[in-house]
């Protein structure tokens, strides 16, 4: 959506706000021993207390109030009591919900614990990437040149780009134009950043791989190899000058 007067931006602000401060407790919270079931069910109580409803649950009727992936399994991991957690797994909590008919959306990837198998390079580089290319959107600008950017840092540092998962606009709706945004330079996207945009721009930074399938649950994706991938995302409103990041209490700073 287009931020077009105050209300749509303090009703933004408002559930950005608690996406954020969701996704930090539930990161906090996570230990070895609990189940990506019980992490999920202390997100929601949290999402419930302050008057929000989780969007995959809402708007797609995901088996699970958040996206709960862990090491292999790249996006829309489904929470369950058979998933626990180990010192050194690779985590990663994509929180979205919605109040007022307001959507946000944030995720972060993080090494539970002791780095046992060395990944927060991984972390770290996808964390820096998505800041990094942040940073660079503004009115005017082509979106495929924040793919571009995403696509040649994360090689500089000797990894690759997801090109089947993307950042999108977000609003009113949890997807919205523009659809996607890439990492990676797609020459056929044409669209640019426009002032008062409201979009969610995430990385997804992989060892090797550069896609992921979809798995027989119908949610679940996953590399076709061992490869790992950390995602980061931030909502955030661009401006004809620096953006506005409205989910910068989720703790990826």
């Known amino acids: 959506m287009t931020i077009r007067q105050n209300k749509d931006f303090e009703g933004m602000s408002e559930i950005a706000h608690i996406v954020a401060d969701v996704l ?13 079931k019980e992490l999920d069910e202390y997100g929601n109580q949290i999402l419930i207390s302050q008057g929000a409803v989780s969007a995959p649950k809402s708007e797609y009727n995901f088996p699970g109030y958040n996206c709960i992936s862990v090491n292999h399994v790249a ?13 050194g797994d690779l985590v990663n909590i994509d929180v979205s919900a919605t109040k007022n008919n307001y959507f946000g959306d944030n995720g972060s990837s993080f090494v539970l614990g002791k780095d046992i198998n060395q990944l927060s390079y991984l972390v770290e580089t996808s964390k820096e990437i998505l800041l990094n290319a942040i940073a ?9 040149d924040i793919g571009k950017y995403v696509e040649h840092s994360a090689r500089d540092k000797g990894l690759f780009t997801i ?27 044409n669209e640019v950043f426009k002032a008062g945009q409201a979009v969610a721009i995430e990385t997804f930074i992989s060892t090797k791989a550069r896609f992921v399938y979809e798995q027989l649950d ?34 990826i700073s």
């Open 24 to 36: 930090l407790k539930m990161k906090e919270f996570a230990r070895p021993g609990m189940s990506t």
């Open 75 to 87: 996006a829309h991991g489904i929470p369950s009591t058979k998933v626990i957690l180990k010192e």
């Open 136 to 144: 660079l959107v503004k009115d005017g600008m082509r979106i495929r």
């Open 163 to 189: 090109k089947n998962l993307c950042g999108h606009g977000i609003g009113r709706k949890l997807h919205e134009r523009p659809h996607e945004i890439p990492n990676y330079y797609d020459i056929h996207n």
């Open 218 to 251: 119908g949610w679940t994706m996953m590399p076709p190899d061992n490869s790992f991938v950390a995602q980061h995302e931030h909502t955030l409103i661009v401006t004809d000058k620096d953006p506005i990041i409205l989910t910068h209490g989720n703790g």
